[in-house]
């Protein structure tokens, strides 16, 4: 299809744990269950979604799980509610205009692709609605802003504060002067990769969604496009770490690789080992419960953070080699 990058025919099936399609309609049962969204489908998203929706034991949402095809299409318009929800829930409380940045990332559509189920044929008639709703959902996307040619946007310079700031909050000075310094110079591009995605999509998806936007930015230099050129990128990462007290307010600067580090997307442990600078900072107190419930592994209550990374544009096809022989 017109628009639809090449690997959008190389289809990914998923075993995916979601609530069933029939269940209580209303505020509650809408927003809680997003048809597989970043609440992961586990009963304890589901039961966040459906509290107080006054349902019957009929209606409650169940877990089941169902093999889901994606595909991959470039960025339009029709994207615009689906990018932006995931972008609130990297940024969260965060002082970020995500609604200009979802406008950037729809205007540069040369750059970019999002991820939806792939169409398929069903017999009950009785679900079209759900499933027209459900064809339409952004399952995730990848694409890249370039903070210093978007110097001046809203979205990007307080993007750069926000990370100023958190770096002054964590780190020692030398590592804020060299991130500073490394957002500021304009003659040396820093391009923000984005790649966000509902927690239950399978990270083999990454891949080709990494492999495609190196192609699209590669051909974007070429062809003196935005976006093309990037001397550096940045990558803001959801992680996590077990939540003790020895972590709660400690500088972390020097000593943080120390800590053992979970990603949402694992992928991303790729592009955090060949990073020149790295940081933490926590989002616990604004981390939204209800989208998931507590974050734990294995009963071990997780610390929320974000992981601020930026990796040489030169160490990228490093980096690609390394996600194809992890996730082929």
Same mark, same amino acid.
């Given at each position: 299809?017109?628009?639809?990058?090449?690997?959008?025919?190389?289809?990914?099936?998923?075993?995916?744990?979601?609530?069933?399609?029939?269940?209580?309609?209303?505020?509650?049962?809408?927003?809680?269950?997003?048809?597989?969204?970043?609440?992961?489908?586990?009963?304890?998203?589901?039961?966040?979604?459906?509290?107080?929706?006054?349902?019957?034991?009929?209606?409650?949402?169940?877990?089941?799980?169902?093999?889901?095809?994606?595909?991959?299409?470039? *960025?339009?318009?029709?994207? $615009?509610?689906? *990018?932006?929800?995931?972008?609130?829930?990297?940024?969260?409380?965060?002082?970020?205009?995500?609604?200009?940045?979802?406008?950037?990332?729809?205007?540069?559509?040369?750059?970019?692709?999002?991820?939806?189920?792939?169409?398929?044929?069903?017999?009950?008639?009785?679900?079209?609605?759900?499933?027209?709703?459900?064809?339409?959902?952004?399952?995730?996307?990848?694409?890249?802003?370039?903070?210093?040619?978007?110097?001046?946007?809203?979205?990007?310079?307080?993007?750069?504060?926000?990370?100023?700031?958190?770096?002054?909050?964590?780190?020692?000075?030398?590592?804020?002067?060299?991130?500073?310094?490394?957002?500021?110079?304009?003659?040396?591009?820093?391009?923000? *990769?984005?790649?966000?995605?509902? *927690?239950?999509?399978?990270?083999?998806?990454?891949?080709?969604?990494?492999?495609?936007?190196?192609?699209?930015?590669?051909?974007?230099?070429?062809?003196?496009?935005?976006?093309?050129?990037?001397? $550096? $990128?940045?990558?803001?990462?959801?992680?996590?770490?077990?939540?003790?007290?020895?972590?709660?307010?400690?500088?972390?600067?020097?000593?943080?690789?120390?800590?053992?580090?979970?990603?949402?997307?694992?992928?991303?442990?790729?592009?955090?080992?060949?990073?020149?600078?790295?940081?933490? $900072?926590?989002?616990?107190?604004?981390?939204?419960?209800?989208?998931?419930?507590?974050?734990?592994?294995?009963?071990?209550?997780?610390?929320?953070?974000?992981?601020?990374?930026?990796?040489?544009?030169?160490?990228?096809?490093?980096?690609?080699?390394?996600?194809?022989?992890?996730?082929?």
């Amino acid at each position: 299809a017109p628009g639809t990058p090449p690997f959008a025919e190389q289809r990914l099936h998923s075993a995916m744990a979601t609530p069933a399609k029939r269940r209580a309609r209303g505020p509650a049962g809408e927003q809680g269950s997003h048809s597989g969204s970043g609440s992961s489908g586990s009963s304890e998203g589901s039961d966040s979604g459906s509290e107080g929706s006054g349902c019957s034991d009929s209606d409650e949402p169940i877990d089941e799980e169902v093999n889901i095809e994606f595909e991959a299409h470039s *960025i339009s318009d029709n994207d $615009y509610n689906g *990018i932006k929800k995931l972008l609130q829930q990297l940024f969260l409380k965060a002082p970020v205009n995500t609604a200009e940045l979802t406008d950037i990332l729809i205007q540069q559509n040369h750059i970019g692709s999002i991820i939806k189920q792939a169409e398929v044929q069903e017999d009950s008639s009785d679900d079209d609605e759900d499933d027209d709703e459900d064809d339409d959902e952004v399952f995730g996307f990848i694409s890249c802003l370039n903070l210093t040619e978007r110097k001046g946007t809203q979205c990007a310079e307080q993007i750069k504060e926000l990370l100023l700031s958190r770096c002054e909050q964590s780190c020692d000075r030398p590592v804020v002067e060299q991130l500073s310094k490394l957002l500021n110079d304009s003659t040396k591009p820093v391009g923000l *990769i984005l790649s966000e995605r509902f *927690i239950n999509v399978p990270p083999q998806i990454a891949l080709p969604m990494h492999q495609q936007l190196q192609k699209e930015l590669t051909e974007a230099q070429r062809t003196n496009k935005p976006c093309g050129k990037c001397h $550096y $990128y940045l990558l803001i990462s959801k992680t996590f770490t077990e939540a003790t007290k020895s972590n709660s307010k400690r500088k972390e600067g020097k000593n943080q690789p120390k800590e053992e580090l979970m990603f949402a997307n694992a992928e991303e442990e790729f592009f955090h080992e060949k990073a020149l600078l790295k940081f933490n $900072y926590s989002v616990q107190e604004e981390s939204d419960t209800c989208l998931g419930g507590r974050w734990s592994f294995d009963d071990v209550p997780m610390k929320p953070l974000r992981t601020v990374m930026i990796v040489p544009a030169d160490g990228i096809h490093g980096i690609m080699d390394k996600l194809k022989d992890y996730l082929s």
